[in-house]
T-cell receptor
């Protein structure tokens, strides 16, 4: 098992720009979810992909979008960055869904200036 | 609306003592309750989880107590060690496709030696 890897680890962007974050799921995991964790807060659900289809979404605007690829790796795209988007973005994979246990990556720390 | 309320926000315990973290929920559709441990610079890691058909689950020094009627659950860390110093999150989810984990705000535990 290689675990969940995310890239980059840190990123600084300017307000209004677009960003793409990447995640490589743990081997055998076909479900991937993305969470936003603001400083001092618990993670908040952005969306989930199962076999390349989005099958769940939290209370985030459409400028947050994603993709899951046939090898189950994933991307999170954020358009028109706002200062409040500064946070740790976590990717989590699971063999069948959250109830079978997530494996989280170490996250991407995004700073919007 | 915060669906999972966690307390205390921070906790200091002597080495060898018992750490207790509490969570309360409102949504009776929740039926999976995990606890996650997060160290600085890392993603959350699943510690222990419980479903509401049992009132207690123990794994090593970690125990979840679950009170369905009160809609509360708690994490007990016995014989707390300095290596347990981390942020702990309770969470909850429902049994439906695409469902997410709803996290509490976290408890920062410091175990002093």
């Amino acid at each position: 098992e290689t675990g969940v890897t995310q890239s980059p680890t840190h990123l600084i962007k300017t307000r209004g720009q677009q960003v793409t974050l990447r995640c490589s799921s743990q081997s055998g995991h076909n479900t991937v979810s993305w969470y936003q964790q603001a400083l001092g807060q618990g993670p908040q659900f952005i969306f989930q992909y199962y076999r390349e289809e989005e099958n769940g979404r939290g209370n985030f605007p459409p400028r947050f979008s994603g993709l899951q690829f046939p090898n189950y790796s994933s991307e999170l795209n954020v358009n028109a960055l706002e200062l409040d988007d500064s946070a740790l973005y976590l990717c989590a994979s699971s063999p069948l869904g959250v109830r079978y246990g997530y494996t989280f990556g170490s996250g991407t720390r995004l700073t919007v200036v | 609306q915060q669906q999972v309320k966690q307390s205390p926000q921070s906790l200091i315990v002597q080495k060898g003592g018992i750490s207790i973290i509490n969570c309360a929920y409102e949504n009776t559709a929740f039926d999976y309750f995990p606890w996650y441990q997060q160290f600085p610079g890392k993603g959350p890691a699943l510690l222990i989880a419980i479903r509401p058909d049992v009132s207690e689950k123990k794994e090593g020094r970690f125990t979840i107590s679950f009170n369905k009627s009160a809609k509360q659950f708690s994490l007990h860390i016995m014989d707390s060690q300095p290596g347990d110093s981390a942020t702990y999150f309770c969470a909850a989810s429902m049994n439906q496709a695409g469902t997410a984990l709803i996290f509490g705000k976290g408890t920062t535990l410091s175990v002093s030696s």
